[in-house]
């Protein structure tokens, strides 16, 4: 179906995630031009002739699509090479990834992220957060994809005024020439991670120039031990702090990781006025960091949390059904007791709550009139699933994204029938496969003149 045909959908169990929570167990949605033009039970379900196609999604769910909220796309070059290092310390992440991401050209980037996009659309997400440096060819990639994207154009400074200064230029640069687009792709700050590899003049200059554009800001905080080390010992503040007292949270800020809050910190995210956490459980228990993101009570102070992956070297998949059930299990453990995070909190947190913290729920997030159509269609007929009051558990207990059939980005689908529709998964698996080879081969020259 093009951009501007129309669809309909009916015969799944439908999760709208919309704010009552309606479920329809025999429901129907309807597309048209792109956007989500109905919504409803058996009985109210208009004619299929009517509509250029339509779908029988019997043992079918149907839902938003998911939205991973912390990744960096390019760093599927790195999957499986930083075994047995935290990638949440600065020294896991020196000991694996900084070195051979010094090898890194602009020619790779297209390619990998490339290859994430299609990992992320095929097990049901539609939308991802991506904070990286390369961030044009990231852009483009992920507009190539059909994915709904927020790009946030990393900026480390490691010392060096000069290139803080060039990185910011090249950052204002970016936000202009993405700002053009059809808004699919939407283009904001990242500084990676705040006073660990920028100075505070440099942070400060950021959020000058976010504010000035008008974008929201996706940073690493408290994901680390030395966020909170370095700037108790420069300002007696913890980073969270810190970046208060620098003007960071007067705007959008999206902080992934968040392991080491204090009830100050959580107090600061609360009463910001739009301020969120993406919560990475998965590459948060992979560090063995003994900090745990405290989802839990910052939800009930009003902070709105997403659900991410983060980076494939810390997580290995991009499956945010998985995501969800990790992030259910390490709330559990770690406020010892029994599910503090429903299932249904879980699905508003990769779905809605994920729209709110990238400020797009006006778009996506829902299955609601006017709404963008980002949906997805998960085959619940396969082997593990079984007859179950509560659909939301069977999808997060018993699913994977690999039940995914179908996906809509905007109405346009990307998967039918578990397969990429809008680009060729074998083109991109064997383009993938050679930058791989030749870029693993380039890090081992770069290593054997060092
Ligand atoms: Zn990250």
């Given at each position: 179906m093009g951009q501007l045909g129309s669809a309909l959908l009916h015969g799944g169990i439908v999760l709208t995630v919309d704010a009552e929570n309606r479920v329809f167990e025999d429901g129907w949605i309807v597309i048209e031009a792109g956007r989500i033009t109905g919504v409803g039970p058996a009985q109210t379900c208009p004619k299929?002739?009517?509509?250029d196609e339509s779908f029988d999604l019997s043992g079918h769910l149907v839902l938003p699509g998911l939205i991973n909220a912390h990744t960096h796309s390019a760093m599927v070059l790195f999957r499986g090479r930083s075994e047995g290092q935290s990638l949440l310390t600065m020294d896991g992440w020196y000991n694996s990834i900084r070195e051979p991401e010094l090898s890194l050209k602009a020619s790779d980037i297209g390619p990998a992220v490339a290859l994430s996009c299609a990992e992320m659309a095929l097990s049901g997400t539609t939308t991802f957060c991506d904070q990286y440096f390369f961030a044009d060819e990231i852009a483009a990639a992920a507009a190539e994809s059909g994915l709904r994207a927020v790009i946030a154009y990393g900026i480390v400074q490691l010392g060096d005024e000069a290139r803080g200064a060039e990185e910011l230029a090249r950052a204002g640069a970016f936000i202009e020439r993405q700002r053009?687009?059809?808004?699919r792709i939407v283009p904001w700050f990242g500084p990676h991670a705040p006073y660990v590899d920028n100075s505070e003049a440099l942070l400060r200059a950021e959020v000058a120039l976010a504010q000035k554009y008008g974008v929201g800001m996706h940073l690493h905080m408290?994901?680390?031990?030395e966020d909170n080390e370095q700037t108790e010992r420069l300002y007696g503040l913890t980073a969270t702090a810190a970046l208060e007292r620098d003007g960071f949270f007067s705007g959008r800020v999206h902080a992934a990781h968040c392991l080491d809050l204090s009830d100050n910190d959580i107090a600061i995210f609360a009463r910001s006025p739009a301020a969120s956490v993406a919560y990475c459980a998965t590459a948060g228990l992979r560090s063995g960091r003994q900090g745990i993101c405290p989802a839990v009570k910052l939800r009930e102070q009003g902070v709105v949390v997403a659900l991410g992956t983060d980076n494939v070297a810390a997580?290995?998949?991009?499956d945010m059904i998985a995501e969800m059930r990790v992030a259910g299990l390490v709330a559990s453990h770690r406020e010892r007791k029994a599910q503090p995070l429903s299932s249904h909190d879980l699905l508003r947190m990769a779905t809605i709550d994920g729209a709110r913290a990238l400020g797009l729920d006006h778009e996506t997030g829902s299955l609601e009139?006017?709404?963008?159509?980002?949906i997805i269609a998960v085959d619940l007929t396969g082997p593990g699933y079984s007859e179950t009051p509560d659909p939301e558990t069977l999808l997060i207990y018993s699913g994977s994204g690999r039940d995914v059939r179908h996906s809509w980005v905007a109405g346009t689908q990307i998967v039918r029938d578990r397969q990429l529709q809008q680009q060729d998964y074998v083109a991109i698996r064997n383009t993938y496969s050679e930058t791989y080879a030749r870029f693993w081969d380039r890090v081992a020259r770069a290593k054997k003149v060092a």
């Open positions: 299929a002739a009517n509509y053009s687009g059809d808004g408290a994901a680390g031990p997580n290995n998949s991009y009139l006017g709404k963008a159509a980002d």
